[in-house]
């Protein structure tokens, strides 16, 4: 690396740094180069419980849930102003722990969470109803009641997030939980923990209350601690459908609520009157946007069969021009997966789909030249049935695959039939059918001729299916983090 970073090596706990309890620590590694790059403490269970006491006192005996919503408001903005002043350090950061090229880090992986915490505390806290009168209501034989409808933050929060985005997967946790007034115990992926541990320090320069928000590092234990606690009310969870259902079914156990945030495996529906250009672009970003390490990423594209070998032409020679390598060198457009053991995942289902007869009509092997590094190249399958395992696995990796369909009823029939309902996109020149087809998709949310303004806070962002459960996101995040109270008495 090129460009000098500064990361935070200790715990956050009850307000305080810490190297925690345990002798063993994680090793985190730049994934271009190998590199360790950091060390820092595993949290033992008894750190995880230590932090989940803390969260307990802030939430039960300290000021944060009582303070008015304005007055939460005013500190969410010092602790964007802190990011936003640091930003830099952050975007080194990301590069470094992540992989990401330098035009992603600076984008979607730091500035964009800046950009929700002002949003949530200049646009969602204000104008939100925390309190709402209710109608006087005639009760035969009893009377006339009345009374307010209280929003009120759920409780001690567990927020366990993933390695892919790991800055903006936190704070999209972090943020509506502190707006509710919640307490929280944040654990980042144990890959790219350095951008999570920062977060404490944007906590105590924008004056936090001790306890309020916790980070602890760790993997299974300490995450199985804090989704089985008794004291933890809510469990939000970004990751994996697998590991989704066992941290579903640990909070189960006590009756936590459940937020998950889970796999994808989005299509992508280019009809015959589609703008290809853009068409194919988006496909390009779907593959490629941070080795296609994305739960919402469009990695699996059907194409109206009169146009699919003119688009398959287009795509490869795209996919040909991306420049893959270290995201510290200005000119890589693609960095590598976070692990030897992902880029083992992604290889061998490339080998699945050969198997299964699909054609690799580019990549598929590791990129020449780089000795290095967890890369592997982008790859593309035409020749794919819905069916096949690689039209139904989220790689989580540069890989692609190519559908052909004859009617828009049978490109909604095979978007919908997968496991998963995260994203989706239909290009058309007809915009009311490619409207009425995004209606019929089962996907959380569906896009229009690349008609997104990018990451937008003011959109719910969640799943159907095992896509997950519940939204994040703006209000919309804000929600789930806040339960509802009546509060009636008889009118005189």
């Known amino acids: 690396m090129?460009?000098?970073?500064?990361?935070?090596?200790?715990?956050?706990?009850?307000?305080?740094?810490?190297?925690?309890a345990s002798d063993t620590g994680l090793v985190v590694r730049n994934p271009a180069t190998e590199e360790t790059i950091a060390e820092v403490?595993?949290?033992s269970v008894a750190d995880v419980h230590r932090a989940v006491g803390a969260a307990r006192r802030a939430f039960d005996e300290g000021p944060w849930p009582r303070m008015r919503p304005a007055e939460r408001a005013a500190v969410l903005s010092r602790m964007a102003d802190e990011m936003e002043r640091r930003l830099p350090e952050l975007v080194a950061v990301n590069m470094a722990e992540a992989g990401s090229v330098r035009a992603l880090a600076e984008t979607l992986q730091t500035r964009v969470p800046v950009t929700h915490l002002r949003d949530m505390a200049e646009r969602v806290m204000p104008a939100f109803a925390w309190e709402r009168p209710m109608d006087p209501t005639l009760a035969p034989g009893i009377g006339i009641?009345?009374?307010?409808?209280?929003?009120?933050?759920?409780?001690?929060?567990?927020?366990?997030?993933?390695?892919n985005f790991p800055f903006f997967l936190s704070m999209m946790k972090v943020i509506p939980a502190l707006a509710a007034g919640c307490t929280a115990v944040l654990k980042p992926a144990p890959a790219t923990p350095l951008e999570s541990l920062l977060i404490?320090?944007?906590?105590?320069?924008?004056?936090?209350?001790?306890?309020?928000?916790?980070?602890?590092?760790?993997?299974?234990?300490a995450g199985r601690e804090l989704t089985t606690h008794p004291m933890v009310d809510l469990v939000s969870f970004t990751g994996s459908d697998t590991v989704g259902r066992m941290v579903y079914a640990q909070a189960a156990a006590t009756m936590k609520k459940a937020v998950?945030?889970?796999?994808?495996?989005?299509?992508?529906?280019v009809c015959a009157d589609a703008d290809l250009d853009g068409a194919v672009?988006?496909?390009?970003?779907?593959?490629?946007?941070?080795?296609?390490?994305?739960?919402?990423?469009?990695?699996?594209?059907?194409?109206?069969?009169?146009?699919?070998?003119?688009?398959?032409?287009?795509?490869?020679?795209g996919l040909a021009r991306v420049r893959v390598g270290d995201p510290a060198d200005p000119a890589t457009t693609m960095g590598p997966l976070i692990s030897e053991a992902?880029?083992?995942?992604?290889?061998?289902?490339?080998?699945?789909?050969?198997?299964?007869?699909?054609h690799i009509v580019q990549g598929g092997k590791r990129p020449p030249g780089l000795e290095r590094g967890y890369f592997v190249e982008p790859t593309l399958f035409t020749g794919v049935d819905n069916a096949m395992r690689i039209a139904r696995t989220e790689f989580f990796g540069p890989v692609g695959v190519v559908i052909p369909f004859r009617t828009n009823d049978e490109a909604v029939r095979i978007a919908n039939d997968s496991p998963y309902g995260l994203a989706g996109a239909v290009w058309s020149a007809d915009t009311l059918a490619a409207y009425e087809m995004a209606a019929r998709i089962r996907a959380g949310g569906v896009t229009i001729?690349?008609?997104?303004?990018?990451?937008?806070?003011?959109?719910?962002?969640?799943?159907?299916?095992?896509s997950g459960l519940g939204r994040e996101w703006g209000e919309f995040g804000l929600e789930e983090f806040l339960q509802t109270k009546s509060v009636t008495w008889a009118a005189r």
């Open 145 to 163: 009641s009345q009374g307010v409808l209280r929003r009120e933050a759920f409780g001690v929060c567990a927020l366990i997030s993933a390695y």
């Open 342 to 358: 992902q880029r083992d995942k992604v290889e061998k289902l490339i080998r699945v789909g050969a198997e299964e007869g699909a």
């Open 41 to 43: 403490p595993s949290a």
């Open 260 to 269: 998950l945030e889970l796999g994808g495996k989005s299509a992508n529906i």
């Open 2 to 20: 090129t460009t000098a970073y500064a990361f935070s090596s200790q715990l956050y706990i009850d307000g305080r740094r810490t190297d925690g």
């Open 281 to 317: 672009r988006s496909s390009l970003v779907g593959i490629t946007t941070h080795a296609g390490q994305g739960c919402s990423l469009l990695t699996r594209t059907l194409v109206h069969e009169s146009v699919h070998d003119e688009f398959v032409t287009r795509l490869t020679a």
């Open 449 to 466: 001729n690349g008609g997104s303004a990018g990451v937008n806070p003011r959109v719910a962002f969640g799943g159907y299916k095992q």
């Open 200 to 221: 404490g320090d944007f906590a105590d320069a924008a004056g936090l209350p001790p306890g309020v928000l916790n980070i602890v590092t760790g993997d299974i234990e």
